[in-house]
């Protein structure tokens, strides 16, 4: 069983920073795909980034890119998760997520992943 805890989330004004750190269980990061989501109210869950934790190959939705980076650090089990000039459109809870082999076929299509954290809230404000 995987296990995911992130954490970092805050309330920030437009154009601020935020790393949020997604902290998994054992193995969790084990040659798997991790992968950051969103959710505002009443809007779907969307892909962020993703990040494959047995090497460098990373993944972003154009609305972060060159905004947001993904990195990970398996010694300590986490992934984080670089925001950069936030704005309020960026507002939502935050979710880690982890796609173990055989991998589905879309990095940022939530519903390849099979673990999930509780999430963590990010609010901008203008």
């Known amino acids: 069983q995987v296990e995911l805890v992130e954490s970092g989330g805050a309330s920030v004004q437009a154009g601020g920073s935020l790393t949020l750190s997604c902290v998994g269980s054992?193995?969790?990061?084990?040659?798997?795909?991790v992968g950051w989501f969103r959710q505002a109210p009443g809007k779907e869950r969307e892909g962020v980034a993703a990040i494959h934790t047995g090497g460098d190959i990373t993944y972003y939705a154009d609305s972060v890119k060159g905004r947001f980076t993904i990195d990970r650090d398996n010694a300590k089990n986490t992934v984080y998760l670089q925001m950069n000039s936030l704005n309020p459109e960026d507002t939502a809870m935050y979710y880690c997520?982890?796609?173990?082999?055989?991998?589905?076929?879309?990095?940022?299509?939530?519903?390849?992943?099979?673990?999930w954290g509780q999430g963590t809230q990010v609010t901008v404000s203008s």
């Open positions: 054992e193995y969790a990061y084990t040659n798997n795909i």
């Open positions: 997520a982890v796609d173990p082999p055989p991998y589905g076929g879309s990095r940022l299509d939530p519903n390849e992943y099979k673990y």
